[in-house]
């Protein structure tokens, strides 16, 4: 039974030798099929998803954080079972790839945010608390939150329920970066409420249109981060 | 089924410690000579060393022996058996928590007696059913190379094995019932290839560890015989390497075999899941002879020519629910096609054929349903640096076993068609 089965099957591929193969484009974008199903085609992601955008982000952020998931400082099953042994110099390239890819953001989605949430939120985003030893978004993440090079992310065009995952992943310890690991400190000096009122404002800002990091960090790093290359 | 399983292993358990008891009496000759053990060891030199970190690729002993993102060789990776979760140790030569206090005699004792350096029985995890073929001066080799790396040190972490298979009256019956130290002698009828291969494979490469059936309590009979078993660690089934409809590679030409050992893509198909894991961090490092021996060895297990076609009326076609299967073939058009052809006969090397793919037509459909759920990039080895991937594709259980049924049902396969029972047994 199981032989007849190969055997026909065995019978079928011979057939097939007159269907030609698939051409297959010898392309990065072909090569990278597994990244763009869920990232969206150009890395874009969808509007409103959990999924984020990966397109445009700073190539050493996005390097950093293949990384992290390959090696078990990120927990995402999906892309820790894609990662699973690809060597740096590929990871490295498929972070130039989305990086360099400028394409237009989606408006903003609505988000449903009481009015005091998002002042608070836009307090911590921009100027910091200092009562609660917490520094401003914007001293790392660049004055207009668009991210800076060489691999600081921009905090705009992100989903909330994404932003709000990650904050709880740095506090529960499940989301690591390189050591020092500093967004881990900021965010268990968040309670539950900043954490929410930050990801609300964040989530609803519009973006700015082209949204590109700027070329360097704007204002001097308030904590020693491994991911920007501090020593620990 | 899982329950019948859970209380099986329960008595098994039961009886395994009553036996114990009666089995302690008789288990005396399984163990190192004492005084190999107390005998100066000479000193090993850097070739010995180097040509260890040859043997520790082909033993692959670094994949279980590290942590994910953690030290080469510092241990703690969790291992998942039916019986528990086994945490593998710390080679690097760390005093307190690695080999440090080891010697060359007490590494022999672990590969070919499975018993750590006080004597105490090593859980079969760790395969020294299989490393107990290894010569004395490989062990030697493998010993040297091991003492040549940095110190690790990394806090133990304990196995979470359930009551009472990690008792010592448990180990002792399990290898009382299935264990003997000792090598095969090489057959004389053999090629000096085929034996080396045979070496390799039995021993070295311990391919058993996950394509020798298992019974109830993990054990292999018949010399590890690898008619394929269903692995607790990640899902996967281990394809038989022994039946041309699985993943008997005798009918391959010697050439793809090796081939597909060295960068885990050929037309013939990826290697895929722990196989994948196999190639990127074992065989795509080995010296081409020992591939070839490989290869011919494992050519030698399963039927070098496919017997002709019976009639397409002698064949027994499975029912296959015609409504079903044209969701699928819809599924397949939208979502599979434009990688995989109209056809099913794909881009070889890039992505698999699918018509006529074993993967496809393999009794379990385990492996395909998985596949298409995780996606994943071909292995990325030297030879292929850069792989193709697939999607992972979140399909609903309906839709799983319609498309599997289409798959295979199409391009003249008569496999049975999937169950949304199956599907979710499986997942």
Known sequence: MKFAALIAAWWSTLALATAAPVSVPDTLAQRLAPCTACHGQQGRAVSGAYVPRIAGKPAGYLYEQLINFRDGRRQNATMVALLADLPDAYLREIAAHFAALDLPHAPAPAVAASPTALVRGEAIARRGDASAKLPACADCHGEQLTGAL?????????????????????????RHATAPDCMADIARRLSPADS????????????????RPAARPERPAPLRCGSAGHAP | MKLTLTVGRLFAGLALVLAGVAAAAWLWDDDIDPAALSATQPASTPEQAARG?????????????????????????????????????????DPDTGLGHWTAADFWRALHHGRGKDGRRLLPAFPYTSFTQITREDSDALFA??????????ATTP??????????????????????PGSTPPDPTQSAEWNRGA????????????????????????????????????????????????????????????????????????????????????????????????????RSLSPSALPAPAPAEAQATPVVDPARRQVGEKLYVDHCASCHGQQGQG?????????????????????????ITQGGFAPATAANPRPYGMPPFDLGHAELAALTTYLRSAWGHRAAPVSEVQVLTTR
């Open chain 1, 150 to 174: 060489p691999a600081m992310p921009g905090l705009l065009g992100l989903p909330r329920d994404y932003l709000i995952a990650q904050l709880g992943a740095w506090q529960t310890g499940s």
């Open chain 1, 196 to 211: 929410s009122a930050v990801a609300d404002w964040l989530a609803s800002q519009p973006v700015p249109q082209p949204m």
């Open chain 2, 53 to 93: 970190a040859q043997l520790a690729l082909a033993g692959n002993c670094a994949s279980c022996h590290t942590a994910r993102g953690g030290q080469r060789y510092a241990g703690g990776r969790p291992i998942d058996t039916p019986f528990g979760t086994v945490v593998a140790g710390n080679l690097t030569p």
């Open chain 2, 145 to 154: 190379h091991l003492r040549s790396l940095p110190p690790v040190q990394r």
């Open chain 2, 159 to 180: 196995h979470a094995l359930r009551w009472p298979y990690g008792t010592p009256l448990a180990q002792a019956l399990w290898r009382a019932l299935y264990f003997k």
């Open chain 2, 199 to 298: 070496y390799l494979v039995r021993g070295l490469g311990h391919c058993a560890a996950c394509h020798g059936a298992r019974d109830l309590l993990g054990g292999q009979h018949a010399g590890g015989a690898m008619t394929g078993s269903h692995l607790a660690h990640g899902g996967w089934y281990a394809p038989s390497l022994t039946d041309p409809a699985e993943a008997g590679v005798g009918h391959w030409p010697l050439d793809d075999l090796v081939q597909w050992l060295r960068s885990g893509v050929t037309a013939q198909g990826t290697a895929q899941g722990p196989m994948a894991e196999v190639v990127v961090r074992s065989t795509q490092h080995l010296p081409e002879a020992d591939l070839r021996a490989m290869a011919v060895y494992l």
């Open chain 2, 347 to 371: 881009a070889p090397g890039i992505y698999p054929a699918l018509a006529g793919s074993r993967l496809v037509t393999m009794d379990d459909p385990g492996n395909l349903l998985r596949v």
